[in-house]
C-alpha cells in the first residue's frame, strides 16, 4: 500500500513506521498517489499565533476574544478539551476554563500571516481558492511533473514548511472533490492528513449525520430531522424528485451529496458578489449583550473572509429572523469601501438598534456587499466618524509593533486596569 512519512517525507510501500526515520507519523492509503483535491485548515489560527508570538502562553490555554463584547473568537486546543467553543459568551468560556488566558484579537497579524501562507500554497499550485485567512482548497491536479512528486507528497511538505517557517500548524484533507476534502480535514485535527478515496466514498458516508455537510446549518438539520433525515443512509433512501420536492435546491444538492458527488471546481478566479455569516441560536434571544457580542463576533468572519480575498466592500448588511420564523434585513450604503471589523461591526450594529425591540431573534447575519479591490477600501476614513480612521491608523500601527517587538510591547490603557 502507498505510504508516506508525514516527519521526513519518506515515500514507501508498506509499514506503520517510517524505513528512514523510525517516526510513526505515517500516511497510507491505497489511492494516496492518485488523489488531487486538498483542503487546507490552519489548527485554531488566531490561538497559534497568539502562541507564536508569546512563547510563554505555548502550554496554557487561550482564548481569543472578549473585550465589552464578550464571545469567544477562536480557541486553542487545550482550551477546547474543556469545551470552549466559537461564540460561546466569554463568561460560560471562563467558567469552564477559568485559567484560560484571555488575548484581544490582532486582525492586522493574522491576515499577515495567512498571506505568508497563501505564498507556500501558490508554489505548488496557481489554483487555490481561498475560503478564509486560514483555510482554502487546492487543485494539485497536472502539477506531479512540475515538482517531480505526487499531490499527496507536496501537501505533507507544505505543512511541514508552514510549521518551520512561519510557525503554524495546519491540517490536510485529500480527496477526489471538494465536498470530501473538507470533511476529510477535519477528521485529524490538529496537525491531521486525512484522506477519502473513490472506493472508500459510499462506505465512508454511509453512518455519518448529515450535519457533516458544510453550509447545514440548526434551520435545515431542524427542517431534516422533521423529514427523518439524520444521516447520509437516511438520504440515500430518498427519491431525488422527492428531495427535490420538500427542500427545493437544497434538496438536489443533499442528493448528490449523500453520494459524495460534489462537481465544483477549486477556482483561483471564482467571482465573489457578496461575504456574509450568519448564526442560528439554539433558544431565541433577547440579551442585549449577548446579541452585540454576536454581531462583533460576524463582523470579524465578514472581515476576515474580505482581507483573506483582499477584497472590500461599499454595503453593510444585517439579517435578522424572528421567533416566528419572519426576516428582517436591513442595509446602509458607506462613503467608501472597507475591510475593517471595527467599521462592519459600527455600521451593523447601527442597523441593529432600531429593530431592538423585536427581540427575541433565533437567526442573525452581517453580509458585506457592492465589493471591489481592497485598494480601494479605508483611504480617506468616515467624514461621520472622524475617529474611524485613527483608530484603523493606531490598530495598524500597534500590530506592526507587537508584530516585530512582541505582543506586550504596546498596551491599551484599559489592557492596564
Known amino acids: 500500500m502507498p505510504a508516506l512519512c508525514r516527519d521526513c517525507l519518506t515515500p514507501f510501500d508498506a509499514g506503520t513506521r517510517c524505513p528512514a526515520c523510525r517516526s510513526p507519523r505515517v500516511l497510507a492509503h491505497p489511492e494516496l498517489w492518485d488523489l488531487s483535491i486538498a483542503h487546507m485548515d490552519c489548527d485554531a489560527f488566531y490561538a497559534s499565533v497568539e502562541k507564536r508570538d508569546d512563547p510563554s502562553l505555548r502550554d496554557r490555554p487561550v482564548i481569543v476574544g472578549g473585550g465589552r463584547r464578550g464571545v469567544v473568537t477562536t480557541a486553542c486546543y487545550i482550551a477546547r478539551i474543556k469545551g470552549v467553543r466559537s461564540a460561546m459568551p466569554m463568561f460560560q468560556a471562563l467558567k469552564l476554563c477559568p485559567e484560560a ?8 497579524i493574522y491576515a499577515a500571516v495567512s498571506r505568508e501562507v497563501r505564498a507556500l500554497m501558490n508554489e505548488l499550485t496557481p489554483v487555490v481558492e481561498p475560503l478564509s485567512l486560514d483555510e482554502a482548497f487546492l487543485d494539485l491536479g497536472g502539477t506531479a511533473r512540475l515538482h517531480g512528486a505526487p499531490p499527496a507528497l507536496m501537501l505533507a511538505r507544505l505543512v511541514k514548511r508552514m510549521q518551520e517557517e512561519i510557525g503554524i500548524a495546519g491540517s490536510i484533507g485529500l480527496s477526489h472533490n471538494k465536498f470530501l476534502a473538507k470533511i476529510a480535514s477535519d477528521l485529524d485535527k490538529p496537525r491531521g492528513f486525512a484522506v477519502i478515496g473513490r472506493a472508500e466514498t459510499q462506505t465512508f458516508l454511509t453512518d455519518k449525520p448529515v450535519s457533516l455537510i458544510w453550509g447545514v446549518g440548526q434551520v435545515t438539520r431542524d427542517a431534516l430531522e422533521r423529514a427523518g433525515i439524520r444521516t447520509f443512509a437516511d438520504l440515500l433512501r430518498w427519491d431525488q424528485r422527492d428531495l427535490a420536492a420538500r427542500f427545493g435546491g437544497m434538496g438536489e444538492r443533499l442528493w448528490h451529496l449523500a453520494r459524495g458527488q460534489d462537481r465544483r471546481r477549486v477556482s483561483a478566479n471564482a467571482p465573489v458578489k457578496g461575504i456574509s455569516n450568519e448564526t442560528t441560536f439554539s433558544d431565541d434571544l433577547s440579551d442585549p449583550d449577548l446579541i452585540d457580542g454576536h454581531i462583533w463576533r460576524l463582523a470579524e468572519k465578514v472581515a476576515d473572509r474580505a482581507k ?48 431592538a425591540g423585536e427581540a427575541p431573534f433565533r437567526l442573525l447575519g452581517v453580509a458585506l456587499s457592492d465589493l471591489c479591490p481592497a485598494t480601494m477600501a479605508d483611504i480617506s476614513g468616515d467624514l461621520l466618524d472622524p475617529g474611524a480612521a485613527t483608530r484603523a491608523r493606531a490598530e495598524r500601527a500597534a500590530d506592526a509593533i507587537r508584530a516585530r517587538f512582541g505582543h506586550d510591547a504596546i498596551l491599551k490603557g484599559r489592557a492596564l486596569r
Open 101 to 108: 488566558v484571555i488575548v484581544k484579537p490582532r486582525f492586522e
Open 308 to 355: 483573506a480575498k483582499d477584497i472590500a466592500g461599499r454595503v453593510v448588511g444585517l439579517k435578522l429572523k424572528r421567533a416566528n420564523h419572519t426576516l428582517l434585513s436591513r442595509r446602509l450604503t458607506l462613503r467608501e469601501p472597507t475591510q475593517i471589523a471595527d467599521r462592519i461591526y459600527r455600521t451593523a450594529r447601527a442597523l441593529y438598534d432600531p429593530v
